[in-house]
């Protein structure tokens, strides 16, 4: 048994050998690269589509277990596109008997020793943990499928949340260069087929050749030309727009490439590419600090788990720097935040166009809630840095959850609040369905013992962002 696993409970390493089935050919828990097929195409295909009802199940279960899923949206609120309504309330559920009150009365002590942090604050599995690899929602699978004839299913998993609790599909497109223009998508997802119409007089030459770069597909983990594939014909592979759809994000997640064993690799929700201009870090746990750095990392590694042997074999896209990376690199500086009418050049709310419950939530931001010392509204609400917010302070290390391990998140970056009712689930991993449930796990992770009218004014703060 490996070193990792002789520091977590028997229990555990015996669920991350033996959870997902011989026949599967799982990663081994303790590898750091991972391994060539053992077993043909066929058999691990067979194996994995007749499990996938179970690990479906099972994380359905988890999630009901975790959240109230019910459709309740905030009267009259939707995101920018004008299409989908943002959901209201704390979906994150409660041990029996504790109301937030009093768990937040709580030292995180206290609430560790008696197993109170609600598991909807916990990190959340990826739907299929052992395997791991992108998982991309319906409606992207449908686009391109109608679109381009490029299949983006995988056979031994679906997406797992709720429409309910996903980004506008497709979302608007804003640029820097033309904010008179509005929305210029069209109300389309772009796509290798549908880019240069859409935008053909609004972009320039160069940037026209980064966008058709970011909408070629390239081979991935799961979706490429060999045996250890998840899609069930070989794959031309996936675009860096497959996950940020419309420059934003489709609630696509994966794992991070960045952490070893499998077995502790935690769930990676898409981050949205809006403002990418004013960002100095790019990546939840890297210190990437430019978006040619980023997009030539992501091009180069992360498409294969982080595991640059893999991407060899399976057909490495290296971008050249100079030219397709810079291209690349340049569309993607001037996709923009969607609109915020009440905020003045400086962040600031107008008074004369916001409610007093939003200026209540203002002056919380500011204030109590401490949510301006990490999201400064001087620099579209985020900071550049990265924090360690030491959430295992509330659980003990080590328990399994559906073979991932819980261990500490570590330093995640700080992403910014522009447009952040656009953006659901939150956190990095998307563990938060709502932003009320935001508010909650801060108001506890932080300590600062907001009351409820405090708690609702600073969500009604961020639906003005």
């Known amino acids: ?31 750091t690269y991972r391994p060539l097929p053992t077993l043909p195409f066929s058999t691990v295909k067979a194996a994995d589509e007749a499990q996938k009802a179970q690990v479906l199940q099972r994380q359905q279960t988890l999630l009901t277990e975790r959240y109230d899923t019910a459709d309740h949206p905030i009267p009259n609120v939707m995101m920018s596109g004008g299409r989908k309504p943002v959901q209201a309330g704390v979906r994150v ?10 768990l937040a009365a709580l030292s995180p002590d206290q609430i560790r020793e008696r197993d109170l942090l609600p598991a909807g604050f916990m990190p959340l599995p990826h739907v299929k943990q052992p395997t791991g690899g992108q998982v991309f929602p319906n409606q992207q699978i449908e686009q391109m499928r109608t679109l381009e004839s490029r299949n983006l299913q995988r056979f031994d998993v679906d997406f797992d949340l709720q429409d309910r609790f996903t980004p506008e599909f497709p979302p608007p497109i804003f640029l820097t260069t033309h904010p008179e223009l509005g929305d210029v998508s069209r109300g389309q997802v772009l796509s290798i087929r549908n880019f240069y119409e859409t935008m053909n007089g609004i972009i320039t030459p160069v940037q026209m050749e980064g966008l058709r770069l970011l909408l070629t597909p390239f081979p991935q983990e799961e979706f490429n030309q060999t045996e250890d594939r998840k899609s069930a014909e070989p794959s031309m592979g996936v675009a860096c727009l497959d ?4 420059f934003h994000t489709n609630a696509a997640f994966h794992l991070t490439p960045d952490v070893r064993p499998q077995s502790a ?25 430019s978006v040619e ?10 498409y294969f788990n982080g595991d640059h042997v893999s991407a060899t074999r399976k057909g490495v896209n290296l971008p050249d720097r100079p030219n397709q990376v810079a291209m690349m690199a340049q569309m993607q500086n001037i996709i923009d935040f969607p609109p915020a009418p009440k905020l003045d050049p400086m962040g600031r709310l107008d008074p004369s166009k916001a409610t007093e419950q939003e200026l209540a939530g ?4 500011m204030g109590k809630g401490r949510c301006a010392e990490c999201h400064t509204p001087q620099t579209a609400f985020m900071d550049n840095n990265m924090h360690d917010l030491k959430l295992e302070r509330f659980y003990k290390i080590g328990k399994t959850v559906n073979d991932l391990v819980m261990l500490p998140d570590g330093p ?17 991993d998307g563990r938060l369905m709502t932003l009320a449930d935001t508010v909650e796990f ?21 639906l003005t962002l």
């Not at 809006?274 to 939840?284: A, E, K």
């Not at 203002?362 to 931001?365: H, I, K, N, T």
């Open 1 to 31: 048994m490996s070193g990792f696993l002789k520091r977590l409970p028997m229990a555990a390493g015996v669920a991350m050998l033996f959870s997902v089935g011989a026949t599967a050919d799982p990663l081994p828990p303790d590898a």
């Open 93 to 102: 559920k409660l041990p029996a008997g504790v109301t937030w009150d009093s």
């Open 243 to 246: 996950c940020h759809a419309n």
């Open 265 to 289: 690799r935690f769930r990676l929700d898409t981050t949205s590419l809006r403002g990418l201009f004013n960002q100095q870090i790019h990546g939840s746990k890297r210190s990437l600090r």
């Open 293 to 302: 750095d980023f997009t030539e990392f992501e091009q180069r590694t992360a």
């Open 362 to 365: 203002e002056r919380v931001f």
């Open 412 to 428: 995640i970056k700080t992403f910014t609040l522009r447009g952040i009712k656009d953006s659901p689930p939150y956190l990095h």
């Open 442 to 462: 801060f108001n506890l992770v932080l300590g600062v013992k907001l009351t409820q009218e405090e708690k609702d004014a600073l969500v009604a703060y961020m």
